[in-house]
């Protein structure tokens, strides 16, 4: 299930980048929601699950308000700069899902934690450097870093109000409130004459995002169910490194479709410590605080 959802949404940025050609910011995150949706509901039904409370779990239709937050400024962020800095800088939720554990439920953190922090510290500021000096609009690029920051928040408040209601619900009924609430967010901002002009290769590609959503979303969803929520966290760590190995091997062989955005190498090698310091993070078991 990790790993499903580790390939996913590592090659998830270079598929929005693609849809961004066609689509507005909007239209691309509602799309993917409404896809979601309708397929995810078909298979509950099929297998009788289709029921859902009449009185809608708060806590689930604001997880559906975060979730539908985190698609907008993440794909915001990819189609202000690039797929591979979005995949890198994304890599700040596990560490706020972390800091989220110290200060709400008194976890305290490790040397090795600590470790972890600086180390990702300083990966962060080097990419971000790298970046910001090979960028044609540095203004752009920085309101591009600001998007996937809200993006991270977004996705941490999604995950903790996933984790409250796991063990009251099934979780892919959770993701189909999820999904359907979040639609209903987006919907008012969706630009329908983008449907009006749908080449195949649009259809396809909003086939391939919605597809995206609901196999990786779906396997989340299990691994919530049967791991700690930090250990999660490891699975978004591996995200920049395939988006990055796709990045380049799309320049490589199929030069010209996106611009490829490729770092230099204190870029990569900020991409290496940003996702090392992580990976320490979320891997050492907290401490409890003394009270």
Not at 24 to 34: D, N, Y
Not at 221 to 246: C, D, F, H, K, W
Request: charge should be positive; proline fraction near 4%; aromatic fraction near 12%.
């Amino acid at each position: 299930m990790a790993c499903t959802t580790a390939l996913l949404w590592g090659i998830l940025p270079i598929l929005l980048k693609f849809g961004l050609k066609e689509f507005s910011i909007e239209t691309v995150a509602w799309s993917r929601f409404a896809f979601a949706f309708i397929v995810l509901g078909v298979w509950l039904h099929m297998r009788g699950k289709v029921e859902v409370e009449r009185k809608l779990p708060w806590l689930g239709v604001l997880g559906g308000a975060f979730l539908a937050t985190n698609y907008y400024f993440m794909t915001a962020g990819i189609h202000l700069s690039g797929p591979s800095n979005a995949a890198v800088l994304i890599q700040l939720a596990p560490l706020l899902l972390v800091l989220v554990g110290v200060f709400a439920f008194g976890e305290g953190l490790t040397k090795r934690q600590l470790l972890g922090i600086a180390i990702a510290a300083l990966g962060f500021l080097l990419f971000y450097k790298d970046n910001l000096q090979s960028s044609s609009d540095a203004n752009n690029y920085s309101w591009a870093g600001i998007n996937v920051v809200l993006a991270a928040v977004a996705w941490v408040a999604f995950m903790i109000c996933q984790k409250i209601l796991i063990p009251h619900h099934a979780p892919q009924v959770l993701n189909f409130i999820a999904y359907g609430v979040a639609g209903l967010v987006l919907l008012p901002f969706v630009e329908w004459a983008g449907f009006s002009q749908l080449s195949l290769g649009g259809f396809a590609l909003l086939i391939l995002l919605g597809l995206n959503t609901v196999f990786a979303y779906g396997a989340l969803a299990e691994a919530v169910q049967r791991i700690p929520l930090t250990l999660i966290s490891v699975i978004t760590a591996l995200n920049p490194l395939i988006t990055l190995m796709g990045m380049k091997l799309l320049s490589t062989y199929f030069p010209g479709n996106l611009e490829p955005g490729e770092p230099s190498a204190m870029g990569y090698w900020g991409a290496f410590l940003a996702v090392t310091g992580v990976v320490t993070v979320v891997t050492q078991k907290a401490t409890r605080k003394e009270s």
